[in-house]
């Protein structure tokens, strides 16, 4: 019994090293981002290398709630301790001449901002990249952390009505 089951774990170890030594190498061929305070990859490694400060005021239309009613400069839960936060300004989509559907711009801004950041990438790799696609032998990744936006907000606001965010009518 014990043996074998060692038997089985070697076997298991040498399949995924040789799995391992298969894989096929992969070319990034295009990237794009837009940051608090920098509206690409190159401004974001310019304010990293200057130590800039990307966080600002929060606009007091983006609190539901009075500022003093949650705000603890000790971090109590459900609490914030501070008034500043590092926020992206609203992207408005420039498709710059790909064929993008009309509307886009009555989507949520993290659904503009994934394809505003998705036609900059694509920009990026540039025409010989892009005029001959293979399109078997591509990949899109796109990754964003969607923290609520103006729009979700308002719309969890909508469906709540009002009654979470402690306001008294």
């Known amino acids: 019994g014990v043996r074998r089951g060692r038997r089985g ?3 298991r170890k040498r399949s995924r090293a040789e799995g391992m030594s298969q894989r096929r190498a992969i070319a990034i061929v295009g990237a794009a981002g837009r940051f608090p305070g920098a509206s690409s990859i190159d401004a974001l490694w310019t304010n990293v290398l200057a130590r800039a400060d990307a966080s600002r ?14 705000l603890d400069a000790h971090g109590a839960p459900d609490h914030l301790y501070s008034t500043r936060a590092c ?7 420039d498709p710059g001449g790909l064929a993008v559907p009309e509307g886009v711009e009555a989507l949520d801004p993290v659904h503009r901002l994934a394809l505003q950041v998705g036609v900059d990438a694509w920009r990026d790799a540039g025409p010989n990249a892009t005029g001959a696609l293979d399109r078997a032998r591509v990949s899109v990744l796109l990754a964003n952390i969607a923290l609520p936006t103006d729009a979700s907000s308002a719309m969890s606001e909508a469906v709540l009505d009002g009654a979470s965010f402690g306001r008294r009518g």
């Open 87 to 93: 926020l992206l300004d609203d992207v408005a989509l």
């Open 57 to 70: 005021e929060i606009p007091p239309a983006r609190w539901p709630v009075a500022r003093g009613e949650v």
């Open 9 to 11: 774990a070697a076997e």
